[in-house]
């Protein structure tokens, strides 16, 4: 009993375990993506480019997130309510597996027919286009699935919005 009164406030008197995150919620759905320090976050800020920076802090209070400005390599706060977009690069991993594979299946049937016909194993492409068309096909399938398909983006506003979340533990 006394040991087990000792393990109590031995536990009690250690430091807080604490859980911050990002997570993109959609309305009327239970599932969220999160995003912990540490991990990359692609977003877009109004209507410019795509920005790629890693969270090193979060938080909950100032609803902001702490990510390292690469002009001048000072961490900065960003508001999550400027973000407009993020994209996952995770998600439709098999579609992008799909198209990399047409893709490079196409190459590799177009580039080989033009190495045979040059060694005169094939008539030449004007005789016999059906391998350059075929390659040619798969090519533009597998970038189409890609591009389609291969990483989701998520536009803030009615149907997602991100949230800011510190799960402290005292």
């Not at 877009?44 to 890693?54: C, N």
């Not at 100032?62 to 706060?77: A, N």
């Not at 016909?117 to 030449?124: D, G, H, L």
């Amino acid at each position: 009993m006394r040991s087990m009164m000792m393990l109590t406030a031995i536990l009690l008197t250690l430091t807080a375990y604490s859980q911050k995150f990002l997570q993109i919620e959609k309305y009327g759905s239970p599932k969220t993506t999160k995003f912990y320090p540490g991990d990359d976050l692609v977003f877009q800020l109004g209507d410019d480019t795509w920005i790629t920076r890693t969270i090193l802090d979060v938080n909950a209070d100032r609803g902001t997130i702490l990510i390292e400005d690469v002009s001048s390599g000072v961490p900065m706060h960003l508001d999550v309510q400027e973000i407009t977009n993020v994209k996952l690069g995770s998600k439709g991993k098999i579609w992008r597996i799909v198209g990399k594979t047409l893709m490079a299946g196409g190459a590799n049937i177009a580039i080989s027919s033009l190495f045979l016909a040059r060694s005169n194993i094939i008539p030449p492409i004007k005789d016999y286009p059906q391998p350059y068309i075929y390659g040619a096909g798969n090519f533009l399938l597998g970038l189409g699935i890609d591009q389609l398909l291969g990483k989701p983006v998520y536009k803030m506003g009615r149907r997602y919005h991100l949230r800011v979340l510190d799960l402290t533990i005292y």
